[in-house]
């Protein structure tokens, strides 16, 4: 499993990115014909390269080794030369793309990259089983091998990590964060505090996540159109909720801009049994038939705890930083909103559009195990009381 999130695809930049995101890792050679990937050089400086031929047609990308974004080209194959021109974010040629030229097939290709008058010299060999053979490919949360192309096996294999904070103790559990350094996202590992086997598949999960968001990082910044700077384009931010030998409980929210009208946001929960190495859904630990009941008991916890939220009448709140948010809508609380388990109960994510950003956190959104007891699946409440503040 790769993606864990659900994105709204609403808007043109959700769509690009799904779309990039897809062919980052299923590669042209899903859709096109012959497919081959180089390492190499233009003047000193490292790349990767991969190209796709059809007839005399020519696409693909590159990207250098210390920047990772793809930059896609076309253009065609006649008498033994490979002639393209890179494309922008909208697959469309610039004002100056840049060019390259090289002879093919040849085992070692030699050519040209030009760029405004300028010229270096263009140096090509396969990839090697070294450069696409990265451990963090054998992770077995990590999408199916034979579905990866070979250029995101070696991105997977530049990912790299320093630690960002000092540790944090949770329910007994010491948690460690890190960030990668090529998109600065900050993400966490368990340290120390679970049973062998259950921590290192924990961090397995983990690390696939931290990899995925990784890549999808890069996607976005591949694809797109403005420009693209990791700092203030694609941001994400882990909370961890609850930890134990039998669930590892995280909140998440990002923020990502790939072009289009506007950023989109997401904040969603993440429940991973650490028994079954599943996430869990609302039909895992709710009762058959208790959606209903678990609507009206949400919001009657919530209306009595937060009462200013929950009064269609009255005026927007200033901790909503002036949004009108309406908490009062029902709608927002049925059992497909988000969740996480939390050491102090229930914590919903409600969704709202990108105006309502601002909306999508409501730290007061948390309703006690015991207000839910007669509602929970009595195997798992026995979970969650184990889960202590």
């Excluded at 920047?67 to 393209?84: C, E, N, P, R, W």
Aim: net charge negative; with cysteine.
């Amino acid at each position: 499993m790769l993606r864990l999130r659900t994105l709204s695809l609403k808007s043109f930049s959700g769509r690009i990115r799904l779309l990039s995101l897809f062919l980052l890792l299923f590669g042209f050679n899903q859709i096109k014909g012959q497919t081959h990937s180089f390492s190499g050089t233009i003047g000193k400086y490292p790349i990767y390269l991969q190209i796709t031929l059809e007839g005399n047609k020519v696409e693909g990308y590159y990207f250098y080794k210390n920047k990772l974004i793809d930059i896609s080209f076309s253009g065609t194959y006649k008498a033994g030369l490979i002639t393209v021109n890179t494309l922008d974010g909208l697959g469309e040629t610039p004002e100056n793309p840049e060019a390259f030229k090289f002879k093919w097939p040849n085992k070692s290709p030699v050519g040209t990259w030009t760029s405004k008058g300028k010229s270096l010299e263009l140096k090509l060999l396969p990839l090697t089983a070294k450069e696409t053979g990265s451990p963090k490919c054998s992770n077995p949360y990590f999408i199916k091998e034979s579905a990866v192309n070979d250029m995101t096996k070696v991105k997977v294999g530049l990912f790299k990590l320093k630690e960002a904070s000092k540790p944090e103790i949770i329910n007994g559990v010491k948690i460690r964060y890190f960030t990668e350094i090529n998109t600065g996202i900050d993400f966490f590992r368990i340290d120390s505090g679970l049973v062998t086997e259950k921590q290192k598949d924990a961090n397995f999960y983990l690390e696939n996540f931290h990899i995925s968001e990784y890549l999808e990082a890069l996607s976005c910044a591949s694809y797109s159109v403005y420009g693209f700077n990791f700092e203030s384009d694609y941001n994400l931010g882990a909370s961890v909720r609850s930890v134990s030998n039998d669930l590892m409980c995280f909140s998440v929210f990002s923020t990502f801009y790939c072009g289009g009208a506007h950023p989109d946001e997401s904040n969603y929960g993440v429940n991973f049994n650490l028994n079954n190495h599943k996430t869990i859904t609302t039909e895992d630990y709710l009762l058959a038939g208790k959606d209903e009941l678990f609507q009206e008991r949400i919001i009657a916890y919530l209306s009595k705890t937060k009462p200013e939220y929950f009064d269609p009448e009255a005026e927007a709140n200033p901790d909503d930083f002036g949004y009108d948010c309406d908490y009062y809508n029902m709608e927002l609380w049925t059992t497909d909103c988000s969740f996480t388990f939390t050491n102090e109960g229930l914590k919903l994510h409600p969704s709202f559009a990108h105006y309502k950003a601002p909306c999508l956190d409501p730290e007061w959104s948390v309703v006690p195990y015991s207000e839910l007891k007669d509602l929970i699946k009595p195997e798992f409440y026995s979970k969650l009381t184990k889960l202590k503040p």
